[in-house]
């Protein structure tokens, strides 16, 4: 095995040099690798562009233009747009698997700032899936053995990062816990009467009004509007300091997504999240036993913005003709996907908990 210098083409293929076959990036050993002479190519990592970017500038950014040499395809069926180098030609879409796809003449769009390669190879993400199926265990008992498991295929996820300085003027409702003691009588089976004494508590409430800033970091946003958003969150979090410069070379092999979501829109997302925040952190700082915050008018400042890949590895496997998606975050190899359940399984499993609460419940009221 050798290792020496990349040349890279002007379709932004990578040639090994020793055979001049097309070199994919390998994540197992994160260079470049050609499968035909098993030549290793180093990629020189630099993190020169993990800078924040001024979000009022976005559309008048210099480097808004991703390469020439990367084509987008559109499919027709649920609209999800993918890059490719140009060499390549998609044959299916890798969302719906439709074959109803085509090039456009759309530009990529804003070219992402950094990347985090695949850490992830396919075979051990193959092997994390027949992990993950395999405790499914309240999915049909046949599942393990007569699942056909689809393409798996390895694609960067468009993501924004935003970052925002705040400072907020609220108002909040405070409710004080107070205890007062009220008489009351108890009647026993003979008739005898009992009187007895117990704190019974009360709420005092007033209002405030107070001040909040706070800095917030790295927001992080898909900008994917696939059916995949809920695995997405539950493959999450990755680790954002393994970002490096985005290199073309990271996506010889594989695909990534042309961003749904624009900057504009994933701003609003991203302020959604802050406000909840900013309100959790007032509800934290301020001294009482029920706070309810009314009213906070925040102001934005410095808002920045990244644009960032990050990798999964995408598929579906197929049960009693349905077709289930699911993924694998391709840094850390969590796994995420939709399995059909056995409603048999359930309902033994509640009538189980059915059985263990009476049970109890027939154990104490005897003590």
């Known amino acids: 095995m050798t290792h020496t210098d990349v040349t890279r083409s002007a379709t932004a293929n990578f040639k090994c040099p020793n055979c001049g076959g097309n070199a994919l990036f390998d994540p197992s050993i994160n260079e470049l690798r050609c499968p035909f002479c098993e030549t290793v190519i180093p990629i020189e990592r630099t993190t020169l562009n993990n800078i924040e970017l001024d979000y009022t500038e976005a559309l008048l950014a210099a480097n808004t233009a991703w390469s020439d040499d990367l084509r987008v395809f559109h499919c027709n069926n649920c609209g ?15 969302f719906c698997g439709s074959s109803h796809i085509e090039k456009t003449d759309n530009n990529a769009g ?17 092997a994390m899936f027949k992990e993950w199926i395999n405790k499914r265990y309240l999915a049909p008992s046949k599942l393990k053995t007569s699942h056909t498991l689809d393409r798996l295929t390895g694609i ?3 993501y924004w990062t935003y970052d925002t300085q705040t400072s907020s003027h609220y108002t909040v409702k405070i409710g004080t816990h107070y205890y007062v003691p009220e008489t009351y009588t108890t009647t026993d089976a003979n008739g005898n009467t009992t009187t007895h004494t117990r704190m019974v508590q009360h709420t005092r409430w007033h209002t405030e009004n107070g001040y909040h800033e706070e800095f917030f970091d790295d927001v992080l946003i898909h900008a994917t509007n696939k059916n995949t958003d809920h695995l997405l969150r539950k493959i999450e979090p990755f680790k954002l300091h393994d970002l490096v410069d985005y290199q073309d070379a990271y996506l010889s092999g594989f695909i990534a997504e042309r961003y749904a979501v624009p900057i504009e829109a994933g701003w609003r997302r991203a302020r959604d999240e802050v406000d909840a925040g900013i309100s959790a952190s007032i509800e934290g700082k301020t001294r009482g036993d029920i706070v309810i915050v009314q009213h ?11 644009h960032i890949l990050l990798p999964i590895w995408l598929s579906s496997f197929q049960f009693n003709g349905e077709v289930y998606p699911f993924i694998v975050n391709g840094q850390s190899g969590k796994v995420a996907g939709d399995a059909p359940t056995s409603w048999v399984k359930v309902s033994l499993l509640v009538l189980l908990g059915i059985a263990v609460i009476t049970m109890l419940y027939l154990y104490f009221s005897n003590q």
Do not use: M, W
Request: charged residues 15%; contains cysteine.
């Open 296 to 306: 906070v008018d925040t102001a934005y400042d410095a808002i920045t913005y990244k």
């Open 80 to 94: 999800a747009e993918t890059i490719l180098q140009g060499q390549n030609v998609a044959d299916f879409c890798s």
């Open 156 to 158: 960067y996820i468009p």
């Open 110 to 126: 804003i070219r992402p700032s950094l990347v985090i390669p695949f850490h992830i190879a396919r075979t051990q993400a193959e």
